[in-house]
């Protein structure tokens, strides 16, 4: 006992020396992006980072080190340092409005939410302090941004595994928040008790719809189980958090229900085990977007009722040479059989290919809103082949 006691004092001491060399790898990538910022030059270069990966995997094989774990290890630190570097070139850019000594920003649900970390992990980032505002309806947390009563407002749009949120896109149809930024999180359910139990035992179950149509596989095997339904996957972990039987559950991130003392007793509960929300950002006032960074570019339009109108659309992107990653339709109210269009692009509001594009778009269309231009946080990893 004494020498396993050693051992994990040996590796605690060994992981406090990896933090301190991370954060100094972090200090030194920040300097790297005011370089960039002086330079004009971008803040990705993937055949540097590619380069980076093959050498540090030859590196690793010297030191019995599998090149699958190197890669996973330095494609997170990769990404890491590419999203803060992009937070200051972002500052940069937008250095006249300056930053904010307190963040106030709405999100759904409470403590432990998957919104309340994805507000974390977002705002991380950002070195004004962060007071969140837990609200229990998307339309809430929109109307205290427009009201003034926060700065931001955070919302999931799209799920890997259920697909859009509706009720959002209708939203942003009528509110005169701007998109300023987006993150994606990764997203796993699952199925927590206030004291120790096995799901068979389980005869009520707490969960928000959305976490409850991404498990709905799973869960096919509770015919008698009684389901109620929440705001949030936070105030699930609140209604369960009291019992003694054993027989209650809820439905959510483990990360947060631990908040609340829970404990999981069952994991990766959704229909597609790599499962993933994609979170965007709102505020009242849009923001300029860095050049040197990856951005999106989103906007709503209606178009003619009349046939090939949509594609008469797309044809202009295409020609143009903007890629349209995100086409979504919804109803418009009061106006039967008439949709709007939701148009997510890679492309810089200020890129001249895209002003071109927008310019030809909007005679077309009956109605055109940019919604807003904003940093892309879809990162894609630096690829290399793990047999060299």
């Not at 990538?29 to 980076?52: G, T, Y």
């Not at 597609?272 to 979170?279: A, G, V």
């Amino acid at each position: 006992m004494t020498e396993l006691s050693q051992l994990r004092k040996d590796i605690n001491e060994i992981d406090n020396e990896l933090m301190i060399l991370l954060a100094k790898r972090r200090r030194v990538s920040n300097l790297v992006a005011e370089a960039k910022i002086i330079q004009n030059k971008p803040v990705r270069d993937i055949k540097r980072e590619e380069q980076m990966l093959v050498e540090l995997i030859k590196g690793g094989k010297s030191l019995n080190l599998d090149a699958y774990f190197v890669k996973q290890v330095f494609q997170t630190v990769i990404e890491d340092s590419v999203l803060h570097q992009q937070a200051l070139l972002q500052k940069h850019t937008n250095r006249a409005t300056g930053e904010l000594p307190v963040n106030r920003v709405t999100y759904l649900g409470s403590q432990g939410s998957y919104s309340d970390l994805a507000t974390q992990k977002y705002f991380s980032r950002h070195a004004s302090e962060l007071k969140q505002i837990g609200c229990t309806s998307f339309k809430e947390i929109i109307d205290k941004v427009e009201q003034g009563q926060a700065d931001h407002g955070v919302l999931p749009i799209e799920n890997t595994s259920s697909g859009s949120i509706n009720e959002v896109y209708d939203l942003l149809q009528h509110t005169s928040l701007s998109i300023v930024g987006e993150l994606t999180h990764p997203v796993n359910h699952c199925m927590v008790t206030a004291v120790e139990t096995t799901p068979d035992k389980i005869k009520k179950l707490y969960a928000h719809p959305q976490v409850y149509a991404q498990c709905s596989n799973f869960l096919a095997q509770f015919q008698d189980v009684e389901i109620e339904i929440c705001d949030a996957s936070s105030a699930a972990f609140e209604a369960v958090q009291h019992d003694t039987t054993g027989e209650i559950a809820a439905l959510g991130s483990g990360e947060g229900s631990r908040l609340y003392g829970l404990q999981v007793i069952a994991e990766a509960l959704a229909n597609q085990k790599e499962n993933f929300s994609r979170f965007i950002v709102l505020a009242n006032n849009s923001v300029s977007v860095s050049t040197q960074i990856p951005s999106k570019t989103t906007w709503i339009m209606s178009t003619e009722q009349k046939p090939g109108a949509l594609v008469d659309a797309l044809i202009i992107l295409k020609e143009h040479g903007v890629n349209m990653c995100r086409l979504e339709s919804r109803p418009i109210n009061g106006n039967p059989w008439e949709e709007m269009f939701y148009v997510d692009v890679e492309a810089n509001l200020r890129d001249q290919n895209l002003i071109n594009a927008i310019n030809e778009l909007k005679p077309i269309t009956r109605y055109f809103k940019v919604l807003g231009c904003y940093p892309s946080e879809d990162i894609q990893p630096a690829q290399v082949d793990l047999g060299n």
